[in-house]
């Protein structure tokens, strides 16, 4: 008996006829348009808010222009929360939100002078590619919504957020997550960081950070002879911890980064501190190692003369999950196809960035740049340039509209 043909009663379309389709919508031409004309706007803002200042812990400042920002572009339900992240909503017509964030904070502490100016195309100033870049381009997307009033299916949460850099830890998007009503509504995130078009930022990578403080009652090196030696008991636990096994696959570190103690050479010292990094793509490796540490710290108390004049401290100065996006999410097949259509050549990288607490929550999340190129991070000579821009503006704009679907 011949088979019948089976007739797919509906064709699903590929990603790619997808992202054609999005972008052969004359509104979405229209705010492609918008985006390109606007570059002298955007080099504006983007001098204008790098010289707000946003050390860590210190924001504030710049939640208060962000959200001026946010209002003047006509996003709705502009507000800034508890700590200082700043949200706003582009309406959709279903629920469920694509979250498009950037970092507002930087790693410049306070009375950093931000002396910002331009050269050409170039913006330079501490802060204005990271993430002066993420930002102008979170904005660049609601402007060009605004502009030509398109109707995403889903809601857009724009997010401003707190706390990415260093010591930071992540507590702007921590905060976030911690919240059931944004752990519920919240579908996918698009993490603007930094400069670029040619990183897709889709695995998370992990690490937990120590500072470890041996304390003992110290003396004179000649007539207290005898006591413990905090950094000798320190300096015990550094030999023993650095014999922990460290495998390539799950790629894994250790570092000792900053060591201190003591106040003179004939002083027995009265403390003695360290700072530890461990790094790792597996979860399980961090906390083997996190285990391992306190086992070589406990190890070189006991083997202290007199244990009881001894005390000491774990503090954990960092932690940040690791995550990775499986390999058939929606989002990375939404940003392929984006790639292609624009014909932009990006590979995937692991980083650590505000996408650890989505992916390390099993939610769909990447980080990409905010289009031109950026250099110098984390230096007073960091440098924008904005030549460019737009490719790396189109690219978001049409994933998110793709990951929102639109309604024409
Ligand atoms: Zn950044």
Redesign the pocket.
Known sequence: MPLSPRVPTEVQATPEQEIAQVASLVEAQQACEWLRAAEPLLRQWQVELARVPAPPFGEAARSLWLAEKFRSLGLDEVRIDEVGNVLGVYPGQTSGYIALS??I?TVFPPNTPLEIRQEGSKILGPGVS??GA?VIAMLAIAGALQATAIHPSQPLLFLGNVG??GEGDLRGMRHIFSQQHWLDSIVCNVIL??AGTDVIVAEALGSRRFEVTVRGPGGHSWSDYGIPNPIVVLARAIEAFSRATIPENPKTSTNIGVIQGGTSVNSIPEQASMRVDIRSTSREEIDRLDRALRLALDQSLNESMDRAMLTSEIMIIGDRPSGDLPADARILQVIRAVDKHLNNHAHIQRAS??ANIPLSLDREAVALGGGGRGGG?HTLQEWFDCAGRDLGLRRILLSVLALAGVTE
Do not use: V
């Open positions: 950037a970092h904070d990271d993430n993420g990415e850099e960081d930094g960035t505000d991070a």
